[in-house]
């Protein structure tokens, strides 16, 4: 089916969608920049947990999913080796703190993450020293360089930094991760009132197959709660409010894209109504008419989208470090296919206008 | 041979309660090649009777035959490609579409009918121009051409897919008597030699010579007027 003709109308009339075009271009970036900053707090949040290679996580059951107040002992950890189908198990603890760092004046926000099993991306812990960490590359934003030594906390207590990773950051700080045995001795000295015995943990990431969560909890008669790696994610203090939030106005502004595609194409059908009356009598359906209206819907949606876009990666490189907007190609998958469904829907408001064009009234009319 | 059959057609118009007979016991029959005026006051049912015999408008009674197809159960989707296939229109009101150039307005007719435009419809489309004396017109806008012009290029519209029936409503009222009746000898010219039938709707009596017979219309019904010698 040809469509040469509204696709003409856009080239040869642009003017006409211009005031669409520049309004969605608008919104594109506005939903891109909503998502981003979705997807750079939730990435900065979440990083160290998503990185666990693991399957499941294993909290103290009054702790409430929560790392801070989780407590773990040998015992329990014993149990939890024990448990059929479980192939390792490794302690976990992070404390959250500000660091000195040398020749900058304003301290940077870390976590000491003490671990055992690698996570994705982070090397064996064998190979690092007490007091040595490899640290989140967002640190290099706060000044953190290779070879540093930080003093964390009001105990200055010293790690070196001897490498980095990616994209581990936790609750929005740059993690350090080192050994338990380092963890313990920055977490005692910097908060003595929670401070840790030599074989505690916060929690346990464990490697296995079957219904770990399940096994484990029975293994250790209701002391621990265990979770997945991905509800772990979302136990996370402030991750599925921050989720929820942010979903609602970009749905929100979903729904007014929709309304202004709408509202346009309608008032443009409207317009038209003669000339499609008039197309109509000399052969033209009604659903090549309507395919027109959308289709053209769909060109000033993705040229938008491309401009729109390109406003959004200009303003993203002209923030500040410190805002945690993060453009991911997945957001501009996300936003295009929901900006196309917006259009098509907005569209096919005016499928009834069309339909109910009377070729009939294109003749004897004299206007 | 018969290009137009309409048997006692009548069409009742209903608009809340009111009912308004706009055409009554309507009989009018078309051989190829021959130019009906179709002459009578205004709200005689002229508009009307042309809307039911192109099948834009279905009648509350009667049968209609066009090019031989029985069109008088035809449901809108049918409708829709029998006018493109068989019957061309040419409005009271210049109806080109507005950004599309003369040559394009003319094979919009071929788009809506599948075509992919190509190089013998462009071809096509030329010489009609050429025939409706708009050869150096092709690439202008509808808003470039006078409006003698523009109708001349509803005309090629009309003839493009060569149907057997044109339909006018009254071509030529909007344009002055020199250029009407310039625009009248040529719809007889093109009309002739493509042995393609018309009806002519008109209410100006200067203008019927061109036809082949006179049909007048009052109040919805057909008187016609003896055949000239
Ligand atoms: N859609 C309609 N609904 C109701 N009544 C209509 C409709 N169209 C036409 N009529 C009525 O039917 C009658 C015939 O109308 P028609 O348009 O066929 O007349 P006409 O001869 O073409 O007039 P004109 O010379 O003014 O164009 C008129 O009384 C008109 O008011
Ligand atoms: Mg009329």
Known sequence: MSLKLPLRELRRRPTRFLVATVVLAFLSTLLLFLGGLLDGLYL??????????????????????????????????????????????????????????PGEADPADVAIAGYELAPKGVPEVSSLYDGQGVADRRLEDQGVGVGDTLLIGPAKTEVTVVGWVEDTAYLQQGTIWVNLATWRQV????????????????????????????????????????????????????????????NQIIYSTLVVVLAVVGLFFSLLTLERLGLYGVLKAVGASSGRLFAGVVLQAVVVTIVAFVAGSALAMAAAAALPSGVPLQLEPSRFVFTFTALLVASVLGSAISLRKVLHVDPAAAIGTSS | ?????????????????????????????????????????????????????????????????????????????????????????????????????????????????????????RERARALLDELGLAARGSNMPSQLSGGERQRVAIGRALFNNPGLVLFD?????????????????????????????????????????????????DGRLTADPVPA
């Open chain 1, 187 to 246: 977490q005692n000295a910097n908060r003595p009132d929670a401070a840790v015995a030599d074989d505690v943990v916060q929690a346990l990431v464990v490697r296995g197959s079957g219904d770990l969560a399940a096994a484990i909890d029975t293994a250790t008669g209701g002391a621990t709660s265990t979770l997945t790696v991905e509800e772990a994610v979302l136990a996370l203090p402030g991750v599925e409010q921050q989720n929820s939030t942010f």
């Open chain 1, 44 to 101: 900065g949040s979440t990083g160290a947990i998503r990185a666990q290679d693991a399957d499941v996580i294993v909290y103290s059951s009054t702790a409430r999913d929560s790392f801070l107040r989780s407590r773990i002992t040998a015992d329990v950890r014993s149990e939890v080796d024990a448990v059929d189908g479980v192939d390792a198990v490794g302690g976990l603890g992070f404390v959250l703190l500000g660091a000195d760092v």
């Open chain 2, 1 to 121: 041979m018969t290009v137009l059959d309409m048997r006692d057609v009548r069409k009742v118009y209903r608009s809340g309660d009111a009912e308004v007979v706009a055409l009554d016991h309507a009989t009018l029959a078309v051989d190829h090649g021959e130019i009906v005026a179709l002459l009578g006051p205004s709200g005689s049912g002229k508009t009307t009777l042309l809307s039911i015999a192109g099948g834009l408008l279905a009648p509350t009674e009667g049968s209609v035959v066009v090019d031989g197809e029985d069109i008088t159960g035809h449901d809108a989707r049918r409708l829709t490609a029998f006018r493109r296939e068989h019957v061309g229109f040419v409005f009271q009101s210049v109806n080109l579409v507005p950004f599309l150039t003369a040559e394009e307005n003319l094979l919009v007719v071929d788009e809506l009918g599948g075509g992919k435009g190509g190089r013998a419809a």
């Open chain 2, 170 to 218: 009254e071509p030529t009222s909007a344009l002055d008597t020199q250029l009407g009746e310039q625009v009248m000898e040529l719809i007889r010219r093109e009309m002739k030699a493509r042995d393609t039938a018309a009806v002519i709707v008109t209410h100006d009596t200067r203008m019927t010579h061109y036809a082949d017979r006179v049909v007048r219309i009052v």
